[in-house]
């Protein structure tokens, strides 16, 4: 399987600073331009099907990028949901200290959880198959993370990815086993 991540186009809440975490999040207009840029960037590949997370700043991302690709279904999924922020969702990231260390946020076992249990599914069903995923900064490090068999921590880095960057496993799930070999 080729694996294809990609991270939402940036929002009105990124532009301003605002903790999302389950909120829907609306695309700004720079989102927009830099969904329909990686639409164009995308366009050639050979998609099987486009799994998006089914929070609107992801699945608005998935539409816009599916416009190349007419015969690629969309399926979203709260699987692949971004990390829960608990009650600090809403709120500014200047106005919270220590923001991870919070007890309220959803536990980096359950998102690395939530992501194997997705990843298992599409490998079953999609094994031979190109698949875009259109998500989140903290369910692309889950994902990272399962897919090289490493801990949230050895690649939490990877949560500040650039919105609209894109991650490939080619082919996938061969990385992970050339990683436990290391």
Known sequence: MK???VRHGET??????IIQGHLPGKLSEKGIQQAK???IRLKDEKLSVIFSSDLARAFDTSKIIAHYHPNSSIMTTALLRERSKGLHEGKYHKDIENFFDRDDIESKDSIMRRVKNFLENIQRD????SVLVVCHGGT????VANALNKSFDEVVEMRNI????ITIFNPYPNLAAIAKKQ
């Open 3 to 5: 694996l294809l991540i």
């Open 12 to 17: 009105i809440e990124n532009q301003n600073g």
């Open 37 to 39: 840029k990686l639409a």
């Open 126 to 129: 999609y094994s031979e198959k």
């Open 140 to 143: 692309i490090v889950a994902l």
């Open 162 to 165: 650039e919105n609209t960057a």
